[in-house]
């Protein structure tokens, strides 16, 4: 494999269990066993109650563009030769809203509201990058 050339995600020590998931083609996210709430990115409590009562639990890989912008030109390396793609926020089916790119089909076919599923990218051998296509139809 050539080497990366673009930024990496830093796994934390909260947000490790996610990046074991992605390699294995999961998505997880971390969720409350005091209120049912998930949450993303992971962190030490939930973000609605406060409580440390966190598990993980995969997702189901699905949801919606909540919204998103096309990168035509951009100063960061790596990605010059990759020029246009989307950047999207993505709201998933449980509900937390995760930044990604939307990758499987044409820039100016993603829209809000349309509907993807999470695809898994390997980018080195310790990181998988998890990134959201059009749901078949
Ligand atoms: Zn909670």
Not at 58 to 64: H, L, P, R
Not at 87 to 104: F, K, M, S
Request: hydrophobic content about 35%.
């Amino acid at each position: 494999m050539d080497p990366y050339a673009k930024p990496l995600p830093r796994p934390s020590r909260y947000s490790a269990p996610f990046w074991q998931g992605a390699r294995r083609g999961e998505l997880l996210l971390q969720s409350c066993k005091a209120c049912g709430v998930s949450q993303h990115p992971a962190g030490p409590v939930c973000r609605d109650c406060w409580s440390d009562r966190l598990e993980w639990r995969a997702a189901s890989g699905k949801g919606k563009v909540y919204s998103y912008t096309i990168v035509h030109r951009t100063t960061t390396q790596g990605f010059a030769g990759e020029t246009p793609y989307a950047v999207a926020i993505v709201e998933l089916d449980e509900g937390p809203r995760v930044t990604t790119n939307i990758t499987g089909c044409p820039v100016d076919a993603v829209k809000i509201d349309m509907r993807v599923r999470a695809v898994f990218t390997p980018a080195t051998d310790e990181i998988t990058l998890v990134k959201f296509a059009p749901e078949p139809a």
